[in-house]
Every structure is written in structure tokens, then in C-alpha cells.
């Protein structure tokens, strides 16, 4: 298939192209700069010049392609809203341009059922409208199924992690270096699913090859790993003390990352592996905090 991926040179992106072309698909990435362009092309897909915020290329890119991975998303945290609205409008786009062909639209999407109760892929997306988290993108993009065209949720975990890793993980790691301190928030009883960069690539192309339409994938290689843990192993890698936060202190530790790190978040990936025969080969997040995949300098080995 010739495939049209927004996000292609980002962190999951840049691990999903190699993964398609290695299986045959040819490849399109949208690029929004030269050096965007620059990393598709080294990765042996085509550059496609534009940007989330320029509709009529991503239109153009949905329209040249047998199907649509859609990747890219705003991690604008102090404008959330607006890059939930940005990416209604990226699903509408690619959605209107795919109606009636009976072609394929793939997206991220989260993992978010209600705290401390197991999300499967059985349970609908909690959010809806144009003013929900990302958009009420989910739901909206299921919508388009009743219009010819293949949506599939991609719910990846909270942290999807690996050697080079910016994310949320991440950003934790950078607050204990800036604090002194790896901290958790209360008892550290908060839990993350996480999956590995490599596994998670795999799934997308397991699912653009074999998830049927409104198909739910769930990018779950841990179904939840309790945030003390996660503080305790950042602690150790990165030679720091680790601590207990006061919830009502959480803010002021760590910023707008702090809700989230101390929300309890587990899901499951059970249907997930027997429906795509997937099995989560990659370290696990403490592995890979533990080989320096979130030290200032990275272990070798």
C-alpha cells in the first residue's frame, strides 16, 4: 500500500516508517521543514511538504495515498485546547477526503477510562465534542465509518519509551535533575501503561494491515506501572534521592506534567495481542530507565 503518515519524523513516526517500508508499503511523511524532510527521506519514504495546520496539503497527501496513519498531534500543553480543535480539524480533513473509497484512517489516540478501573478495548473513548481531550477525536473519527471509510484507534500508552525518548517519561527525568529529587505524588500507588517504541511500530503496521473498521488497538506492553517505581528507577539512573510528593504540592513539583503523573491509569492489552498475534518483544520502561535511556549521557550496552 502507499501509505500517507502526519508525524512521520517524530518520536513513534520515525519508528513506524521503517517498520511499513521493511514490510513492503511505500510511504509518504509530511513534512513541515527541511530537516523534517531530510529524516523521511533518509528513512527511504517520500517528504510531502506541509503541516497540521495546513489542511489543503494534508487533504492532498490523503487523496495520493491507499491509506492514512495519523500520527502528529500539537504537544502544546499550555494551549491544549487548541490542539484538540487542530486535530478535529487534521481527522475532518482526511475523513471528508477518504469518504467513499473505503480506505483506511489510523490515528493516535490515549488511554483514558476511569482512574483505577482496567481499560479495554471494548470500552468506548470517554471523550466527545470539539472541546474533549484531542478533540473528541476518537469518537469523531468512528463517525466517518458510516461514510466508507476504515477508522482504527490507535490508544497508545501514556509513555512509549525508548533510547531517545522526549516524552513524558522524559519530562519527569528532567524535573528530577532540576529538582534534586526523583519524586512520586502521595503513597506512589498511581499507575502508567507503557510499551516500547519498537513494539508499538510493529502494532501500527499489524493494524494497518488487519484492524477492521472502528478496530481499537491497544499499544499496551505494561498494563501499569506504579508511579514510586518510576520515580524510585530515575532515582537510581540518575544518582538522585527519591521522595514523596504532597498531592497538594504536585503542581509546584512538576509543573502541568504533575495531573497526570498522578492520575491511576491501567489498561489492558489481552485482545489487543490475540486479535493481531502481538507479542511485546522490547525492554519494559524500567529496563530501559535502568540502561540510561533517560541519563544525560545514555549507558552503553
Given at each position: 500500500m502507499r501509505v500517507f503518515v502526519t508525524g512521520a519524523s517524530g518520536w513513534i513516526g520515525s519508528a513506524v516508517v521503517p517498520e511499513l517500508i521493511e514490510a513492503g508499503h511505500e510511504v509518504i511523511g509530511l513534512a513541515r521543514s527541511g530537516a523534517s524532510a531530510e529524516r523521511i527521506r533518509a528513512a527511504g519514504a517520500q517528504p510531502h511538504p506541509g503541516s497540521l495546520d495546513d489542511l489543503e496539503s494534508i487533504r492532498s497527501g490523503a487523496a495520493a495515498a491507499d491509506a492514512v496513519i495519523h500520527l502528529g498531534f500539537k504537544h502544546d500543553f499550555?494551549?491544549?485546547?487548541?490542539?484538540?480543535?487542530?486535530e478535529r480539524a487534521v481527522v475532518q480533513a482526511i475523513g471528508d477526503e477518504l469518504a467513499g473509497s473505503g480506505r483506511a484512517l489510523l490515528f493516535a489516540?490515549?488511554?483514558?477510562?476511569?482512574?483505577?478501573?482496567?481499560?479495554?478495548?471494548?470500552?468506548?473513548?470517554?471523550?466527545?465534542?470539539?472541546?474533549?481531550?484531542?478533540g473528541g477525536g476518537e469518537n469523531f473519527a468512528f463517525e466517518y465509518a458510516d461514510r466508507g471509510v476504515r477508522p482504527v484507534a490507535l490508544r497508545f500508552s501514556p509513555t512509549v519509551h525508548g533510547m531517545g525518548d522526549h516524552g513524558f517519561t522524559a519530562q519527569l527525568a528532567r524535573i528530577a535533575r532540576e529538582r534534586g529529587v526523583?519524586?512520586?505524588?502521595?503513597?506512589?500507588?498511581?499507575?502508567?501503561?507503557?510499551?516500547?517504541?519498537?513494539?508499538?511500530?510493529?502494532?501500527?503496521?499489524?493494524?494497518?494491515?488487519?484492524?477492521?473498521?472502528?478496530?481499537?488497538?491497544?499499544?499496551?506492553?505494561?498494563?501499569?506501572?506504579?508511579?514510586?517505581?518510576?520515580?524510585?528507577?530515575?532515582?537510581?539512573?540518575?544518582?538522585?534521592?527519591?521522595?514523596?510528593?504532597?498531592?497538594?504540592?504536585?503542581?509546584?513539583?512538576?509543573?502541568?506534567?504533575?495531573?497526570?503523573?498522578?492520575?491511576?491509569?491501567v489498561a489492558s492489552g489481552a485482545l489487543t495481542r490475540e486479535r493481531f498475534g502481538w507479542t511485546p518483544t522490547g525492554p519494559t520502561l524500567l529496563e530501559d530507565i535502568a540502561a540510561g535511556a533517560y541519563s544525560p549521557v545514555p549507558v552503553a550496552g
Amino acid at each position: 500500500m502507499r501509505v500517507f503518515v502526519t508525524g512521520a519524523s517524530g518520536w513513534i513516526g520515525s519508528a513506524v516508517v521503517p517498520e511499513l517500508i521493511e514490510a513492503g508499503h511505500e510511504v509518504i511523511g509530511l513534512a513541515r521543514s527541511g530537516a523534517s524532510a531530510e529524516r523521511i527521506r533518509a528513512a527511504g519514504a517520500q517528504p510531502h511538504p506541509g503541516s497540521l495546520d495546513d489542511l489543503e496539503s494534508i487533504r492532498s497527501g490523503a487523496a495520493a495515498a491507499d491509506a492514512v496513519i495519523h500520527l502528529g498531534f500539537k504537544h502544546d500543553f499550555d494551549r491544549f485546547a487548541e490542539s484538540g480543535r487542530t486535530e478535529r480539524a487534521v481527522v475532518q480533513a482526511i475523513g471528508d477526503e477518504l469518504a467513499g473509497s473505503g480506505r483506511a484512517l489510523l490515528f493516535a489516540s490515549g488511554l483514558a477510562g476511569s482512574p483505577g478501573v482496567l481499560f479495554t478495548e471494548n470500552d468506548p473513548s470517554p471523550f466527545s465534542g470539539p472541546d474533549a481531550p484531542r478533540g473528541g477525536g476518537e469518537n469523531f473519527a468512528f463517525e466517518y465509518a458510516d461514510r466508507g471509510v476504515r477508522p482504527v484507534a490507535l490508544r497508545f500508552s501514556p509513555t512509549v519509551h525508548g533510547m531517545g525518548d522526549h516524552g513524558f517519561t522524559a519530562q519527569l527525568a528532567r524535573i528530577a535533575r532540576e529538582r534534586g529529587v526523583a519524586a512520586w505524588i502521595g503513597d506512589g500507588s498511581s499507575r502508567w501503561p507503557a510499551v516500547h517504541r519498537s513494539d508499538a511500530a510493529r502494532l501500527v503496521r499489524l493494524a494497518l494491515e488487519q484492524a477492521p473498521a472502528r478496530g481499537i488497538v491497544h499499544a499496551v506492553g505494561e498494563e501499569g506501572i506504579p508511579s514510586r517505581a518510576i520515580a524510585e528507577a530515575l532515582g537510581a539512573a540518575l544518582e538522585l534521592p527519591s521522595a514523596s510528593i504532597a498531592p497538594e504540592d504536585a503542581e509546584s513539583h512538576f509543573g502541568w506534567i504533575g495531573a497526570f503523573f498522578g492520575m491511576d491509569i491501567v489498561a489492558s492489552g489481552a485482545l489487543t495481542r490475540e486479535r493481531f498475534g502481538w507479542t511485546p518483544t522490547g525492554p519494559t520502561l524500567l529496563e530501559d530507565i535502568a540502561a540510561g535511556a533517560y541519563s544525560p549521557v545514555p549507558v552503553a550496552g
